[in-house]
């Protein structure tokens, strides 16, 4: 077989979250980025979901290492998961090794961790393959692209970015980019986010300027929510409040988390005195504070959720306050952010939020940023990636445009693998990806069939049948009784369920005098009788349990 | 007690969907609106919620009719289930009167329905109140706003609008309006779904030059989605079509319906041989058809939907077609469009969506609108309607800037009574109402009770712990046994199945020694200790259920 490139994605396509993609040449693997999604509706009781990591696992010993493009969770918060099953080392930017190992060690994990700070100028050699890096801007500090050197060309992954050419941390450096493309470049699998949204993505410095005004304005408190790791919002609050002589008190874990980090490292630069502790609120007049919180998506358990809820055991928001909302809801977490807007309108605050005030600026790059960066890099190969099904058209589109051949673009599924060498390029095969969940216990595989049970469960309800039988006899000794669950309201269902019973009796006798079918067969029967029966009487499909002792 | 107007909404109020308000004064009531809410993620399993209408059926010789006042599901959608318990004359125009008389026919509700055509020249007298109508321009030809005139002034119900000034229908009539406000408004309830949108609403007129646009520079066949019940757009897309010399096909029960109904009251002029039928699609170019179709919400089962899914038995998306959903997503539908976007550019269809293109508008006012609204009522008294919480309160803050006074202005949960008179308006008391969801199967009351459980299921799954007690020595004949349904991957749990199974056997065993509990009360004892032991061991809560047959 001659010696090829594959690249295969492990989540991070046809969604924004899990993000994980495999570089595989001869023995070596380079797998960058190992990211956690927040699960939604569609998966009930579940908190996330990771990358199926079972092929790596299988091939434990090819792989070189977990480079991590910058860290947002989408992009790190899978390695609790998957270090204790992969203990590999994992390579990434000052901020984002120092996330990493904060996590790690909320999880016990730091101890055997193999941690590496890598900048712009790191290189990286194994055996065929070797790894460098270049700075990219995006709505997190230490954020890099990668490259992946292979005897075929290099491969170059850009993270998440935007060009932000005012940004508030480092300016980027367009020369290490051009540099990447001119030594020629296999294939390029870059972020489509935005491929929808036409023009350039504005630069954080818009939202600043948006912050100073709302700032100057507000007469009482003002709550501010955002993500923890847009380090450079934080900024431009710090700087603000600073501005208009209003203290700062930080609320949330992860806000306190990002704050500490991000501090430490010269990330964030706060004046003295600036921060005070939330419980000395009530100590200052409402126009001298900014509450600074997490909760922005309207996530059950963060702070502007609880506070709105009146759940927060000390901080209430009162007629008088504003809320200021800098974000973009993330789709399916829509609903949920405007119940929080509701109850903090019901509780009397003024609320910012949407589009109407420039109070959000999106990390990733619109059209005009990814054709630029196909215009940069000049890859031969594209693969989109990051982004739902038509984000990832969208972009196969733009590239088009830039010149890179439509057979020479991929649009990939999680576990669909794409062959490439200097002159050839297929799609062929697939890495296993089974849904897998995470929880406070841990991981589990194979999770599709639990939410099948829950999903119909949810929307049908449960009906069980209980009956206890003579081993011997067949003779029915209790039973049958109904019981249910979500399924219709059950004084006013008496009736219903009375008829279920006859129906079941009937049903049984048949059984007993037919004498023909095995007692394990009833419950097939059972099943398949009152399916029949509620399909026709009431068109609903519940669950239908039967339950039987032998006795 | 002195004479007074109440008013209370039965629906609408923090919400989208299910409008109901009502006008009461001595022994009468005016209902305005009987409307469908369409269940979202928090109702798993529910197709509708409508008004809880207790509090009318045990006034019914009060209620003088329910005054519609315009044609949208979430206006005339729950009076199939409403009329069998109420009934009562319903008053529209003629198109919201087709509409209604359609459904009923659906439902074999026709006969004994008593259907009542209105136009703006109306006026109803019954002992104390009056009723007359006005028109507005709104994205459904004939709608009307409500005015109920009591013997403290007039009460105006503006129905669903916007200030069209190039409409596609017919012009509005400003005298009309300003007439109403010139005999002295007691009350206005006015629309608050855009109070969050600054300036106007754009024309109808504007999505005509898109739609034209798009028409003009596409190749391959069009597939056109949007409400059915936007006769106007229709009306554009069917004089586009034929201005391109496309032939037209119509997809989906509710956009024949349009059809036919709109048609037959002049209100959709369609040139002869324009419309052919679906079938014959294959018979003409590409370039050469339209097909117009249902599913611009992405719901499960209208005519996109079963597309994009390959589910329609005769017509698929291929490569070299063009999809235009012209539509904004209702909140709660988001994800689901998305899934039907991604799903039709898998199918190789180019997809026109969102607000890149001008090629939605919605029906309902802006800011301006609204203010327009107030300025020409001229109210004492201002309560905001059909909106969330916030748009409710953003709407109130237009109100106050238009000169209503802060205490005459009104923000009422469904059920909160409002009591007016000329000189004296308080909010007190309430009216009972609680989850109400139909289906196949008619209403359901009380279904909070069958909700929460559902919830419960999809969110943690269900332990059933089965056994068989002699029902006088108490000795256990048969289990106990575990069964499982979505709490978690029965394959990976077995260890976990045998120790709950010991838990209840140790705590069987206790409960026969001490003999001092009664075999009734061993089920709270399993599902207490099998609680704990859950809790403490993986931190889940599924729904416990001990099962015991007492022999």
Redesign the interface.
């Known amino acids: 077989m001659t010696k090829r490139v594959s690249i295969f994605p492990l989540g991070g396509m046809?969604e924004i979250g899990k993000n994980m993609y495999v570089i595989e040449y001869e023995n070596e693997m380079v797998v960058i980025d190992c990211g956690r999604k927040f699960a939604?509706?569609e998966h009930?009781?579940v908190d996330s979901l990771i990358p199926d990591i079972r092929y790596l696992m299988e091939n434990k010993e090819k792989v070189k290492g977990i480079f991590i493009t910058h860290g947002h969770e989408d992009h790190i918060g899978a390695l609790p998961y998957v270090l204790p099953r992969l203990n590999v080392p994992v390579y990434g930017a000052p901020l984002t090794i120092g996330l990493v190992r904060s996590t790690l060690q909320e999880f016990r994990l730091l101890r055997g961790a193999q941690l590496k700070e890598v900048n712009e100028r790191s290189y990286f050699r194994f055996d065929c393959l070797s790894v460098s890096f270049f700075r990219t801007t995006h709505s997190i500090p230490d954020s890099l692209g990668i490259v992946v050197h292979t005897p075929e060309g290099a491969v170059v992954h850009t993270g998440d970015f935007k060009f932000d050419l005012t940004p508030v941390g480092p300016t980027l450096d367009f020369s290490d980019i051009v540099k990447v493309g001119k030594r020629g470049v296999l294939a390029l699998l870059s972020d489509s986010t935005n491929s929808?949204?036409?023009g350039s993505t504005p630069s954080e410095e818009t939202v600043g300027t948006s912050i100073e005004k709302l700032f100057r304005k507000t007469r009482g408190r003002i709550f501010f929510s955002t993500f923890a790791s847009n380090v450079y919002r934080l900024q431009q609050v710090v700087e603000t409040a600073h501005l208009y002589g209003r203290k700062l008190a930080i609320l949330g874990f992860s806000m306190e988390k990002a704050f500490r980090i991000s501090e430490s490292l010269g990330h964030l630069k706060i004046p003295e005195n600036l921060i005070i502790d939330a419980k000395d609120l009530p100590k200052y007049k409402a126009e001298k504070v900014v509450v600074l919180c997490t909760g922005s998506q309207g996530e059950p358990r963060a702070a502007l959720s609880r506070i709105a809820t009146g759940a927060h055991p000390t901080i209430q928001v009162q007629p008088g306050d504003t809320v200021i909302l800098s974000s973009s809801p993330i789709?399916?977490n829509?609903?949920r952010i405007?119940k929080t807007?509701?109850?903090l309108?019901?509780a009397g605050a003024e609320?910012i939020h949407?589009s109407?005030v420039d109070i959000h600026a999106s990390g990733h790059g619109s059209q005009h940023d990814q054709q630029m960066m196909l215009r940069l890099i000049r890859p031969r190969y594209f693969i989109p990636i990051h982004g739902?099904?038509?984000m990832l058209?969208t972009h196969a589109k733009l590239a088009e445009q830039t010149g890179v051949k439509p057979e020479n673009i991929f649009i990939l599924d999680n576990g669909e693998t794409v062959h490439l060498t200097r002159r050839k390029g297929i799609k062929k095969g697939r890495v296993p990806t089974d849904l897998t969940v995470v929880?406070?216990?841990g991981i589990?595989?194979?999770?599709s069939?639990?939410?099948q049970?829950?999903?119909r469960?949810?929307?049908?309800?449960?009906v069980?049948v209980?009956?206890?039988v003579n081993r011997k006899t067949l003779e029915v000794?209790?039973?049958p009784?109904i019981?249910t669950?979500?399924?219709?309201?059950?004084?006013?269902s008496e009736e219903l369920i009375q008829a279920m019973k006859r129906e079941v009796q009937q049903l049984l006798n048949e059984l007993r005098q037919n004498n023909g079918k095995e007692p394990m067969q009833w419950k097939a029967e059972i099943i398949w009788h009152l399916n029949r029966f509620l399909s026709k009487k009431?068109?609903?499909h519940p669950?239908i349990?039967p339950?039987i002792?032998?006795?």
Chains 1, 2 share one sequence.
Do not use: C, H, W
Not at 485 to 492: A, Q
């Open positions: 046809d939604d509706e009930p009781g929808e949204r036409t789709p399916g829509t609903r405007y807007i509701n109850r309108f019901r609320v949407g109407q739902e099904y038509r058209v929880d406070k216990n589990e595989e194979n999770f069939v639990v939410l049970d829950r999903k469960l949810s929307e049908n309800g449960l069980m209980v009956l206890a000794k209790a039973g009784d019981i669950r979500g399924f219709v309201y059950v004084r006013e009431i068109q609903r669950l349990f339950v002792s032998y006795l």
